[in-house]
């Protein structure tokens, strides 16, 4: 037997294995079928992932200088949003979902077959790397997009600029974008799962994973649990270098990860003096 067929002999046997969360899969599959397969679920999943994801920075905004447990975290600690701020950027993001994402979704519906559900669960390895490829593969398109958004003046002006509109980021600024900008992050976050091969439980918890880091690249905290403090090496930005994107617009294009600010030369660190 072949090195090659001997690694075969592995995969398969791992394959065949029930993975861990084929329970749970098999449970919401069978219980319920017809919500999973609506177009509708991933649009609900994702806009009530984002608002309960920021609802933790927004009381943290809200408290300030009172949490000073807190506030010792923040990035900018003269600059708290204000209620204007806060209002501005729901009603922005209720905006776009309303006239754009729903109906987008609706219309998905009329002329799409609800998707079947596939009876086996991926393995939590295959979850993982989902995800990963997911995030990697995103990173790279919108480092591209965001990147031509600053350099043409057109583009910057008519869909970008909203978002720059708060040199000091905060949680329910993350989605405060022109339209054009939330459908084509829509686009890749939908299209990259299938290209990707996905399974459907993969495709879901990259959605949510995806508000997560986006909403934590945005929240204006630099806590000890911050994804660029528990992933090594520098490769991961995190809030403290998109801080930086914000009060320097040419720099750290990328949304998470660093490599293709570092590749390209417009990367740049950030000071933890903090800034009154």
């Known amino acids: 037997m072949t090195l090659v067929q001997v690694f075969e002999t592995i995969w398969e046997t791992f394959q065949s294995k029930d993975s861990a969360l084929q329970p749970m899969w098999d449970y919401v599959r069978l219980n319920h079928s017809e919500t999973l397969r609506s177009p509708l679920f991933p649009v609900i999943l994702t806009v009530a992932s984002y608002f309960v994801l920021c609802l933790p920075y927004l009381v943290c905004d809200i408290n300030g200088k009172k949490w000073p447990a807190i506030n010792r975290y923040k990035i900018q600690p003269g600059k708290?949003?204000?209620?204007?701020?806060?209002?501005?950027?729901?009603?922005?993001?209720?905006?776009?979902?309303?006239?754009?994402?729903?109906?987008?979704?609706?219309?998905?519906?009329?002329?799409?077959?609800?998707?079947?559900?596939p009876e086996r669960a991926p393995t939590l390895l295959e979850l993982a790397g989902g995800v990963t490829g997911n995030l990697l593969?995103?990173?790279?398109?919108?480092?591209?997009?965001?990147?031509?958004?600053?350099?043409?003046?057109?583009?910057?002006?008519?869909?970008?600029?909203?978002?720059?509109?708060?040199?000091?980021?905060?949680?329910?600024?993350?989605?405060?974008?022109?339209?054009w900008e939330l459908v084509t992050v829509g686009f890749w976050t939908t299209l990259n799962p299938i290209l990707l091969r996905c399974h459907l439980l993969t495709t879901w918890m990259f959605m949510v994973v995806h508000v997560y880091v986006s909403v934590e690249d945005h929240c204006g905290y630099d806590f000890p649990w911050s994804m660029s403090r528990l992933i090594p090496f520098g490769v991961y930005g995190g809030p403290s270098k998109h801080d930086v994107h914000h009060q320097k617009p040419n720099t750290n294009f990328a949304p998470h990860f660093s490599h293709w600010d570092k590749l390209f030369g417009t990367h740049a660190d950030f000071s933890f003096a903090k800034t009154q």
């Open 80 to 117: 708290m949003p204000t209620t204007a701020m806060l209002l501005h950027c729901s009603g922005v993001t209720l905006y776009n979902h309303v006239l754009l994402v729903f109906p987008a979704a609706v219309a998905q519906w009329m002329w799409r077959p609800p998707v079947p559900l």
């Open 137 to 179: 593969l995103f990173d790279f398109q919108y480092f591209i997009w965001h990147f031509l958004h600053h350099k043409i003046r057109w583009l910057y002006v008519t869909f970008h600029a909203i978002h720059h509109n708060y040199s000091a980021p905060f949680a329910l600024a993350t989605q405060c974008l022109g339209g």
